[in-house]
């Protein structure tokens, strides 16, 4: 079982910058790949990025490539989102998520079985 824990989510300028942390715990957390997914209102959830268990490959959607950064300290159970020249479409509820099914892509959020609360990230303009 892993348990997760998003932070670092608000209000950020459009063309700013924000990184968000998800913390781990209850399971070997360098195990395991994460993704970074969001949700804003009345849309599906979409991947966002994702990171390979050593974090030795990363992965983006590219509607963020180039933009943001995934990164993850497995001495501390954490994995990162730094987003840069955050632009309103950027605004959604991020969820940080554990990778569990290799059946399908890294970029489907049923390939997750654990899931954080989610951190808001507002971008004003």
């Known amino acids: 079982q892993v348990q997760l824990v998003e932070s670092g989510g608000g209000l950020v300028q459009a063309g700013g910058s924000r990184r968000l942390s998800c913390a781990a715990s209850?399971?070997?957390?360098?195990?395991?790949?994460m993704g970074w997914f969001r949700q804003a209102p009345g849309k599906e959830r979409e991947f966002v990025a994702a990171?390979?268990?050593?974090?030795?490959?990363?992965y983006y959607a590219d509607s963020v490539r180039g933009r943001f950064t995934i990164s993850r300290d497995n001495a501390k159970n954490t994995v990162y989102l730094q987003m840069n020249s955050l632009k309103p479409e950027d605004a959604a509820v991020y969820y940080c998520?554990?990778?569990?099914?290799?059946?399908?892509?890294?970029?489907?959020?049923?390939?997750?079985?654990?899931w954080g609360q989610g951190t808001q990230v507002t971008v004003s303009s």
């Open positions: 998520a554990a990778r569990t099914v290799y059946s399908r892509g890294y970029y489907s959020a049923a390939a997750y079985s654990y």
């Open positions: 990171i390979i268990g050593s974090g030795d490959s990363t």
């Open positions: 209850g399971s070997t957390f360098s195990d395991f790949h």
